[in-house]
């Protein structure tokens, strides 16, 4: 049985291989539409969300299955102590799968190791965000026709976007990728990561101005400022307005530059940008849902 706790369980072959099957359906989703008949997707989601909860549902619901779930700790038995193993064992008898976001790091890992069925890891405190992760890269491929041979700008909390750690961790094993880190210095990279870029070879700068870097491009990769991980108001009002993509800065990018946003999006990127062409946000949350589909069959070995 397997699970994905990160995007490197997946060998760079298999994710091809995820990505094919992700194109299959996104091109004759009918052919899709009962492979999950009589399967059950649990998400047991202890911290907030829309798009992953909702596109992993989506994703269930398009495959012919069913799904359950709690979309917040308040709502479910952890409120009265249970603990995250016990509850995975008792899920594994309502399911087939699972995906499961969590604010503490490691908790779907812990869940994982305890559990029947496949686990799926949708957001594990500031660490990773494997699915996210998959949906990114797919779009890439899809709308560049490659993974590899590149410059990325990724904006804004590098510190605590969990993101943005899951990207560069899948990034680095594509060749000729080089990485642009444009945040607040209060927000950089964490130090293992320029550590490992370091000790990889591979080239990266890190600075504080969009404009100074954007006409360098050819992705920037925009986050929001994660307010739910700060431990002071103040220091989050300070920088929650420091990004701010709009059309003027979109005039010094490249012609064929895109912008990528997880979402959700707050001030980061001015809704003008929204009608440019290079602005793929939304296309990449249908993408999400694909990928999400291809990720339950490979998971629950359902082959078409
Ligand atoms: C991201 C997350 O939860 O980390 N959202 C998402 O899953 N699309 C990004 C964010 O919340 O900023």
Same mark, same amino acid.
């Given at each position: 049985m397997r699970h994905l706790m990160n995007p490197l369980d997946f060998t760079v072959e298999e994710l091809d291989r995820l990505f094919d099957l992700a194109g299959d359906?996104?091109?004759?989703?009918?052919?899709?539409?009962?492979?999950?008949?009589?399967?059950? !997707?649990?998400?047991?989601?202890?911290?907030?969300?829309?798009?992953?909860? !909702?596109? &992993?549902?989506?994703? /269930?619901?398009?495959?012919?299955?069913?799904?359950? %779930? &709690?979309?917040?700790?308040a709502s479910s038995s952890a409120s009265k102590g249970e603990s995250v193993s016990d509850t995975?064992?008792?899920?594994?008898?309502?399911?087939?799968?699972?995906? /499961?976001?969590?604010?503490?790091?490691?908790?779907?890992?812990v869940a994982a190791s305890r559990s029947g069925i496949p686990v799926i890891n949708a957001g594990d405190g500031g660490h990773q965000h494997p699915t996210q992760t998959l949906t990114d890269l /797919?779009?890439?491929?899809?709308?560049?026709?490659?993974?590899? %041979?590149?410059?990325?700008?990724?904006?804004?909390? !590098?510190?605590?976007?969990?993101?943005?750690?899951?990207?560069?961790?899948?990034?680095?094993?594509?060749?000729?990728?080089? &990485?642009v880190f444009i945040s607040p210095p209060e927000l950089k990279v964490p130090d293992y990561i320029t550590d490992q870029l370091k000790e990889l070879g591979i080239g990266y700068e890190e600075v504080i101005r969009l404009e100074d870097s954007i006409a360098d491009l050819d992705l920037l990769y925009m986050t929001r400022v994660q307010r739910e991980r700060f431990f002071n108001e103040e220091d989050y009002v300070r920088l929650k307005d420091f990004y701010i993509l709009n059309n003027e800065k979109m005039a010094l990018a490249k012609e064929d530059m895109l912008v990528l946003h997880p979402l959700p999006r707050v001030n980061e990127i001015s809704v003008e940008v929204d009608d440019d062409p290079r602005a793929v946000y939304f296309k990449q949350a249908q993408y999400g849902v694909y990928v999400r589909m291809a990720l339950i069959l490979t998971l629950l070995e359902i082959t078409v």
């Open positions: 359906i996104a091109a004759d989703p009918a052919k899709y539409a009962h492979a999950c008949a009589g399967k059950k !997707l649990a998400t047991c989601f202890y911290e907030p969300s829309t798009r992953t909860r !909702l596109s &992993f549902e989506a994703a /269930m619901l398009n495959l012919g299955g069913s799904v359950l %779930g &709690f979309s917040d700790a995975i064992r008792i899920i594994s008898c309502y399911a087939d799968i699972c995906a /499961m976001r969590h604010p503490k790091e490691g908790a779907p890992m /797919m779009t890439i491929r899809a709308l560049k026709g490659r993974l590899g %041979g590149f410059t990325i700008g990724l904006c804004g909390d !590098l510190k605590f976007g969990r993101t943005v750690h899951s990207l560069i961790a899948a990034l680095i094993r594509y060749p000729g990728i080089r &990485f």
